[in-house]
């Protein structure tokens, strides 16, 4: 059983900045590729960011220099730093995570968090 966790959601101005989180937990032998979605009302989910397990990164073009995906993998836990926000980065953020557990390779999603950039 894995569960994922996100937080750091909320409401900012534009410009401002926000740290997303996402940490998984449960039974995991090892976490593959990590990534950030995104969903806005309206409009089909879309890759923000990934990040591989030895460290390489892809960003939608839209992002590019104003976010930035790191992981920690002692805390089995991805985030995605966001700053210069615009009102169109509003929109629920998911984690992806590619978790290999006993016998088997599996992508989970997190819960989702809001991200609303608005002044």
């Known amino acids: 059983q894995v569960q994922l966790v996100e937080s750091g959601g909320g409401l900012v101005q534009p410009g401002g900045s926000l740290r997303l989180s996402c940490a998984a937990s449960?039974?995991?032998?090892?976490?593959?590729?990590m990534g950030w979605y995104r969903q806005a009302p309206g409009k089909q989910r879309e890759l923000v960011a990934a990040?591989?397990?030895?460290?390489?990164?892809n960003y939608a073009d839209s992002v590019k220099g104003r976010f930035t995906i790191s992981r920690d993998n002692a805390k089995n836990t991805v985030y995605l730093q966001m700053n210069s926000l615009k009102p169109e980065d509003t929109a629920v953020y998911y984690c992806?995570?590619?978790?290999?557990?006993?016998?088997?390779?599996?992508?989970?999603w997190g819960q989702g968090t809001q991200v609303t950039v608005s002044s």
């Open positions: 992806n995570l590619e978790i290999a557990t006993m016998g088997r390779i599996s992508f989970y």
């Open positions: 449960g039974s995991i032998f090892s976490i593959n590729a």
């Open positions: 990040i591989t397990s030895v460290g390489s990164t």
